[in-house]
């Protein structure tokens, strides 16, 4: 419950998006002594930072193309494997030349990586499938570099945990409907409450724009222009993982190069769709995008072709025209963290963006300096070094094999790091799996209800795995939805949060309703509307009609 | 490679098939009595999904599966569940090496050949209660627990003595494949049914070489030697196939589904090309009746109660019919079918004393069934279900080859026949 106390205290600084950017700003700050709020319109990491590939890069695809964006990279990466061990998984990955692509841009390729710092070691053809077994066989040629999985739900999620235990306050469903601006300076932001409907105004000495693409909008209220050139990009998720490795082409970056193992399932993207900013929000995802994945996918693994998909989704980079060129013809990749008192003369405000989910702690650093030489403050920087919680130095893990976990157990060690511990496991109703698919328990939903800003069925699926499984919820989004109604003492309000979120699971279905996919999307729907009545128990009218 | 793009899902054992309804846990004989184990659906395609990831998520539970098959039974969608946890068990046990409590209760064989050598004595002995205690406490097999007797004459030998030199004036003939019961515990069988085939005009032959079926090896971990006894097997029944045109035939559910198949699902020995020519003998007969080839003709005054039971991986190759339809050609026989309950000793899981009490509990429903039957005996096919129902009920428990062949009017049976 927020109560008055929050919103009236002056603030060192206020931190809008409640992505994994504003996440790890919010957490810079908090550890630098400054006292922060940070504003999230919906749940946190529902923009970019929740829909892109999961993929902790080496810093590999950028090499040739962008030398700076893949140095920043490969030191994030070494970084992030010492301080968010529990959201990365060390799985390496491969860039493969097949027999269409041009063997000599690997030379290229290697020779940029060495420039970069990143390591990339040629491997036989025969060793890459040996290591990679479901990659194509037909591949001429393998470089094998320190790519890497992350999961960017767990990593906002730490970083705000930091955060606020460091002293800053987080608040999600408060989207920003206005600056408060006085001669010229930011000093503060007009809140939408949006679970109650509350307006409220909150005061800070500086403001920091990291709302992604959103981003631009959030300048104009303070009277500042920002050219952002959102790229759309779509992807696929299959049911089970084909790949142990990241799998991408040894080719210029192109639609559909990246197969990435994600925790239990893969993912293949991106397209990459230049759009108006007036559609960032529609986020369906198009047939003719489902087929360019696929049939893209299959050259990097074929058994893509016969492997399930279980969801499609989309997400949006905030790309940044140069400031130089506001065309859009020169749009840098790079991190862009814009001081408007120097650009535009307003003080107060500071805009961070560009960049990619991987240097999210490097943007988190800058912005922070920009705000301290601001304040006055200091402080050095150390999220470079001091893990966030989870990740601790000894912290179990999921691939220990000495220790005897139960399934739910290990898989909650995977989610949660350390703070698996928290977890109560100690009675069988505790130790009861509530989500099958995912492994997750009775003990884990109560943990995520308390104790990390969970209000509906949708924020408990990014903070555990909740239905993210191959039955996408036709099991345990029953079971979860009974447990928070009594946790929150709330029928109602949780037959409501069921049917929305059965919703928000067959949006992503939809694209890829076929076969097995489709088969269990009916059979959902027969158990709930059919046998239960969901549908009448729950009045759907004036909710966004299902595309 | 476009044209074949996403028309069906291919997936090992069909994990990906699964549409997570449940019903395989519904009718899961183990969770239906403990907590302790997840089910078959988390068990099977849904730790599949995490055991790819990571096979540290291994759940060492999967040990109480019984592999019983029910699971794949009931499931809608043709997933292959018990052989995706059987698959898990085995990738999970690789390297380790087995219990001497489990090597023992698994070479079925070895045990046997020992045995029969000194069966007045091993049974007397494994009867006693010193030695049940002994082998409780020191070797963790359950006191309550009788090893099945061991006969003094193999069946191999006994064939070999009184029936080999018959066999080939039959104008037609099959081959047997006795498996271990039969061998060292329970002849008898083996010879039941050498008369009724002989009766029909069928000469009964052994194999070339046969071992060990291997299905309480696969059960107790023992993979490498499943395998290498596997490939004997198959080896020989290829032969008999191939070369001699013959049918192989069995009378125990597990050894036929075992040979059938868990050779090519579990162990990896295809014998797909044979696998149509490996049957339970009461499948064979019963066709044959029913293309009106052979006739049997039964005793006059046969006047019998039996209830028949269902075992697991009868129900799993949907065979029990041929049985129980047979068993009905018996005029004074009155058969009761009972409802298809496991009986929880699943070979040798139940002779294991941490699953004495859950085997138990398992089998209560079905030893309530037989109890209200009011038979003086039950059929089976599985040689295991039968070591079970006969300690919990009391009755003696009976296969149906040998029910036949003892109702059978040899006589007017060979002159039915032609012979």
Redesign the interface.
């Known amino acids: 419950m927020v109560t008055n106390e929050v919103y009236n205290i002056e603030y060192d600084v206020i931190v809008i998006g409640g992505g994994v950017t504003g996440a790890g700003t919010a957490r810079d700050c908090a550890l630098r002594g400054l006292k922060v709020l940070l504003v999230e319109r919906n749940d946190y990491s529902t923009g970019a930072t929740g829909r892109n590939h999961g993929l902790m890069h080496s810093g590999a695809r950028y090499a040739v193309t962008d030398g700076e964006s893949a140095s920043e990279c490969i030191s994030e990466n070494m970084i992030l494997r010492r301080i968010a061990r529990h959201c990365v998984e060390e799985t390496d990955g491969l860039f493969i030349t097949l027999p269409e692509d041009d063997l000599t841009y690997q030379r290229t390729f290697v020779d940029a990586c060495q420039r970069a710092g990143i390591r990339a070691d040629i491997i036989d053809p025969a060793e890459a499938i040996a290591i990679e077994p479901s990659v194509n066989p037909e591949l001429i040629g393998a470089v094998r570099v320190p790519d890497a999985s992350i999961d960017p739900f767990r990593l906002t999620v730490a970083n705000l945990l930091d955060a606020r235990l460091h002293g800053a306050e987080t608040l999600n469903y408060h989207e920003v409907e206005g600056m408060i601006v006085n001669q010229g300076r930011v000093e503060g932001v007009k809140l939408l409450n949006k679970r109650n409907g509350e307006h409220v105004e909150v005061r800070g000495r500086v403001v920091v724009n990291a709302a992604g693409i959103w981003g631009q909008r959030i300048a104009q209220m303070a009277g500042v222009n920002i050219s952002m050139f959102p790229a759309r990009g779509a992807l696929l998720i299959f049911?089970?993982?084909v790949n142990k490795m990241v799998v991408n082409r040894c080719r210029k970056p192109a639609n559909a190069d990246i197969l990435v193992?994600d925790?239990?399932?893969c993912v293949i993207g991106t397209t990459s769709d230049r759009i108006p900013i007036e559609t960032v929000d529609d986020m369906r995802v198009t047939r003719e995008e489902v087929d360019v994945l696929?049939?893209e996918g299959?050259k990097l693994a074929?058994?893509l072709?016969?492997?399930?998909?279980i969801r499609a989704y989309a997400g949006v980079r905030p790309l940044v025209a140069s400031d130089d060129d506001p065309s859009g013809r020169s749009i840098s990749r790079g991190i862009v963290c814009l001081d408007h008192a120097k650009r535009d003369g307003v003080e107060g405000f500071i805009t961070i963006t560009g960049g990619k989910m991987m240097t999210y702690r490097l943007m988190g650093e800058i912005v922070t300096d920009a705000v301290c030489a601001k304040l006055g403050n200091t402080a050095p920087c150390v999220t470079a070094s001091q893990p966030l919680p989870g990740s601790e130095e000894g912290a179990p893990s999921?691939?220990?094999?000495t220790k005897?976990y139960?399934?739910g157990q290990?898989?909650a060690i995977g989610r949660h790091g350390s703070l698996a511990a928290r977890i109560e496991t100690d009675n069988?109703i505790d130790n009861a799996?509530v989500c099958?698919?995912e492994?997750v328990t009775v003990g884990e939903i109560k943990y995520a209800v308390h104790q990390l800003h969970v209000h509906n069925l949708v924020n408990l699926r990014r903070r555990t795995r909740v239905g993210m499984?191959?039955?996408q919820g036709?099991?345990c989004s029953c079971r979860a939805a009974s447990l928070m109604g009594e946790m929150n003492h709330d029928v109602k309000r949780a037959q409501e949060d069921l049917a929305d979120f059965l919703d928000e699971r067959w949006k992503g279905m939809r694209p890829v309703a076929?076969?097995?996919t489709l088969?269990?999307a009916q059979?959902t729907a027969a158990i709930y509307e059919g046998l239960c009545g969901l549908d009448k128990a729950v009045d759907m009218t004036g909710k966004e009609e299902v595309q | 490679m476009a044209d074949k793009m996403q028309i069906c899902n291919i997936s090992e054992n069909n994990f990906e098939q699964c549409t997570k309804c449940s019903i395989c846990t519904t009718v899961c004989p183990v969770a239906a009595v403990t907590t302790d184990y997840p089910g078959p659906k988390q068990a099977g395609p849904d730790g599949e999904r995490y055991r790819l990831k990571d096979p540290a998520y291994y759940d060492k539970m999967l040990k109480l599966c019984l592999n019983c098959k029910r699971c794949e039974v009931a499931c809608p969608s043709g997933v292959h569940i018990a052989d995706i946890i059987q698959s898990a068990r085995m990738k999970a046990g690789e390297g380790k090496r087995a219990s001497l409590r489990d090597t023992m209760l698994a070479n079925t064989d070895l045990l046997g050949m020992v045995a029969n050598k000194v069966a007045p004595l091993a049974n007397a002995t494994l009867g006693l209660a010193p030695t049940k205690l002994v082998m409780h406490s020191v070797m963790a097999i359950d006191k309550h627990r009788t090893f099945p007797a061991y006969s003094r004459t193999k069946f191999e030998t006994w064939f070999k003595r009184h029936a080999q030199s018959r066999q080939d004036a039959y104008p037609k003939h099959v081959s047997y494949f006795h498996g271990c019961y039969v061998n060292y515990n329970f002849p008898k069988l083996g010879q039941d049914l050498v008369k009724l085939m002989n009766a029909m005009g069928y000469g009964v032959h052994l194999l070339d070489k046969e071992q060990c079926c291997g299905v309480a090896l696969i059960a107790n971990g023992l993979y490498k030697q499943a395998k290498r006894q596997g490939r004997v097997n198959a080896a020989s029944i290829r032969q008999t196939v191939n070369t001699d045109h013959r049918t192989v035939l069995t009378t125990s559910s597990s050894c036929t589904f075992n040979l059938r198949d868990e050779y090519p699902a579990i162990l990896g020995i295809d014998t797909r090309d044979v696998r149509d020519n490996i049957m339970l003998a009461t499948r064979f007969i019963y066709r044959l009746i029913d293309e009106e080839k052979v006739k049997l003709v039964f005793k006059k005054d046969y006047q019998r109660r039996i209830a028949y039971h269902t075992a697991c991986h009868m129900q799993r190759m949907g065979w029990q019919l041929y049985s129980i339809e047979l068993l009905r050609m018996i005029p004074g026989l009155d058969l009761q079918e009972l409802e298809q309950e496991c009986c929880g000793i699943s070979g040798t899981y139940g002779f294991k004393k941490e699953n004495y009490e859950r085997s138990q509990a398992i089998g209560s429903v079905l030893f309530k069934h037989i109890a209200d039957a009011q038979v003086e005996a039950v059929a089976t096919d599985c040689e295991t279900c039968k070591w079970q129902i006969e300690m919990s009920t009391g009755l003696p428990v009976e296969n149906p080859i040998s029910i036949l062949a003892d109702a059978l009017d040899v006589e007017a049976t060979r002159q039915a026949n032609g012979l």
């Not at chain 1, 072709?305 to 998909?309: D, G, H, I």
């Not at chain 1, 999921?398 to 094999?401: A, I, P, Y």
Request: hydrophobic share 25%.
């Open positions: 049911g089970h993982r193992p925790d239990t399932v696929l049939n299959i074929p058994s072709a016969t492997t399930r998909v999921q691939h220990d094999t005897r139960s399934f290990r898989a069988d799996l099958e698919c492994g499984g191959t039955c036709k099991l076929w076969g097995d088969r269990e059979l």
